[in-house]
């Protein structure tokens, strides 16, 4: 019996070792997660002459129904970090005076103070004078989306009448457009 009594204490040593020992192998896993986010190339975009325009201050006879009192040039500028970027969007946001004529942008037609019937007009390119200007047909309009040029690109924006022959009334006339870009 003594030799029984002495196998199961060994075998018992031997499972405890066992059981002891399988903690040292014990192995812990750490699960990491690791996330990017890849983003088209991107371009910055500046209005080279500013952010605030003037037009002179006109006589309300001067200008007739479906002119231009005055001119203001300007230039967008697009500066894309990668040469893949093969084209720019161009998108406007702004208040079309009450007449209809959405393509002519006034935030001050509707208060007490603001001229009525006289609004901005946004044309592309600086080849424009007063007498040619106005054109309902090749004026941008809100809320549509355009294909502009990438490096500079050429605006212009008129002080405009609308074509509307009654209710024209002197007051201050204030658009403000928000240019909104993306990439192709």
Do not use: D
């Given at each position: 019996m003594a030799?029984?009594?002495y196998i199961k204490q060994a075998l018992f040593a031997v499972a405890?070792?066992?059981?002891?020992?399988?903690?040292?192998?014990?192995v812990d896993n750490i699960n990491q997660e690791f996330s990017g986010l890849i983003l088209p190339p991107s371009c910055d975009f500046s209005i080279v002459e500013g952010n605030n325009f003037t037009f002179k201050s006109?006589?309300?006879d001067s200008v007739k129904?479906?002119?231009?009192a005055d001119l203001v040039?300007?230039?967008?500028?697009s500066d894309c970090e990668s040469s893949s970027v093969s084209g720019v969007r161009m998108r406007l946001s702004a208040t079309p005076i009450a007449s209809g004529e959405n393509k002519i942008f006034s935030d001050t037609e509707a208060?007490?103070?603001?001229a009525k019937n006289f609004g901005v007009m946004l044309r592309r390119t600086h080849s424009y004078n007063l007498d040619n200007f106005f054109n309902i047909a090749g004026a941008y309009q809100p809320n549509a989306t355009y294909n502009i040029m990438k490096g500079t690109d050429l605006y212009t924006a008129g002080l405009v009448r609308?074509?509307?022959?009654?209710?024209?009334?002197?007051?201050?006339?204030?658009?403000t457009i928000v240019f909104?870009?993306?990439?192709?």
């Open positions: 030799i029984q009594t405890c070792i066992a059981i002891g020992s399988s903690s040292v192998y014990a006109v006589s309300i129904p479906g002119s231009t040039k300007f230039t967008i500028k208060s007490a103070t603001g609308s074509t509307a022959s009654s209710g024209a009334s002197m007051g201050k006339v204030s658009a909104q870009f993306s990439t192709n």
